[in-house]
């Protein structure tokens, strides 16, 4: 597959290739390794979205919400592709046979603001927004005004009454749905916007019918990489130093398993 990006007017074509359980631990494999082989830049940008995550923690502390600590800490890996392209152009260039520097990496990182994943920033921060408000609702519809003002009391009111473990099924049942929309729309797109200069929708559609077309085995990726992120939350955010990169490298092997240029 040519991975120089398309500067002309022409809109590239690809094909989507079959995959099976074997790329998606092939790809494992491959970003774990990758992560080993530059694990300096991968802590650099893991540490950057770690301390995002206690950032958002310690604010909502300070404003004295932390009931919403559990539901933006389940939304954060929603942005996690997002802040994985630098991750994405470390795997690329050392498939290229070129030097990873640091200055080519982040030279690369900045330089994506004037291209289209600029675009799928905001569709990003759309849906986590989306999680966010619809937390609210929830919380508003079956837990009324009765929300406590501590982490502690609001996480036994969720598990040890029926309003609280109502408002878990449901939530978690569109949380789900919002994270496969999403998932759907950016594991290939990000990647693939990264190596050609097309337009975003374009990056999307080709993202969705990846997926489409590979159900099982696109979504046993993001089901893994949702749990890895997830129980990365668990030490104060720590495990997403390590997670994050090596989830981020997957993530672009698995592109390159999964789609051709025509």
Do not use: C
Not at 157 to 186: E, Q
Request: hydrophobic share 55%.
């Amino acid at each position: 597959m040519e991975e120089q990006a398309i500067h002309s007017g022409q809109t590239p074509k690809f094909r989507v290739n079959r995959l099976m359980g074997s790329d998606v631990t092939a790809a494992f494999r491959d970003g774990w390794r990758d992560f080993r082989r530059y694990p300096a830049i991968g802590l650099f940008f893991g540490t950057i979205y770690a301390l995002g995550g206690v950032f958002i923690a310690v604010v909502l502390v300070h404003y004295h919400l932390p009931w919403m600590i559990i539901p933006v800490a389940i939304g954060f890996p929603l942005i996690g592709p997002f802040v994985a392209v630098g991750l994405y152009d470390v795997s690329r260039r050392h498939h290229r046979g070129e030097d990873v520097r640091w200055s080519a990496v982040l030279t690369e990182v900045f330089r994506q603001r004037e291209r289209q994943l600029s675009w799928m920033a905001f569709v990003v921060l759309f849906i986590f927004w989306i999680w966010i408000y619809q937390v609210r609702l929830l919380m508003a519809l079956f837990l009324g005004f009765r929300i406590p003002a501590s982490l502690d009391a609001f996480g036994h009111l969720l598990v040890s009454t029926p309003h609280g473990l109502l408002f878990l099924t449901v939530g978690t049942i569109v949380g789900a749905v919002l994270a496969t929309i999403l998932f759907t729309a950016t594991v290939i797109s990000m990647p693939l916007l990264l190596d050609y200069d097309i337009d975003f929708v374009t990056a999307m559609l080709t993202s969705m019918r990846t997926v489409l077309e590979n159900p099982l085995p696109m979504l046993a990726f993001g089901a893994a990489v949702a749990a890895l992120a997830i129980l990365a939350l668990v030490p104060g955010f720590l495990g997403l130093l390590v997670v994050l990169p090596v989830a981020g490298h997957a993530t672009w092997h698995l592109y390159r398993r999964a789609i051709s240029r025509i």
